[in-house]
Nanobody, 118 residues
């Protein structure tokens, strides 16, 4: 069993910052990548940022220059530093871990709410 628990969400004014954390526990196997997605009610979940097993990172265009993904391997924790937040960043943010030799297994946390007000 693999468990992911997000934390660090909250309410912030536009221009502010938040740092999300994702604690990963359980059996980690053939780690492919980890990342952050977000979802607004009524809309599809969208990619925010990913980090592959070799450290390569990717960002959605909307996140580039403002968000930074990082890991603390010793603590099995994934982070998302979110700066210069905009109202359109408001969403539930989900952490994901993808595993397997073919990246065929996806695990998700329950999400943490981020609300950005103007």
């Amino acid at each position: 069993q693999v468990d992911l628990v997000e934390s660090g969400g909250g309410s912030v004014q536009a221009g502010g910052s938040l740092k999300l954390s994702c604690a990963v526990s359980g059996y980690i196997f053939d780690s492919c990548r980890m990342g952050w997605y977000r979802q607004v009610p009524g809309k599809e979940r969208e990619l925010v940022s990913t980090m592959s097993s070799d450290g390569t990172t990717s960002y959605a265009d909307s996140a580039k220059g403002r968000f930074t993904i990082s890991q603390d391997n010793a603590k099995n924790t994934l982070f998302l530093q979110m700066n210069s937040l905009k109202t359109e960043d408001t969403a539930v943010y989900y952490c994901t871990a993808v595993m397997g030799g073919s990246c065929q297994y996806s695990y998700w946390g329950q999400g943490t709410q981020v609300t950005v007000s103007s």
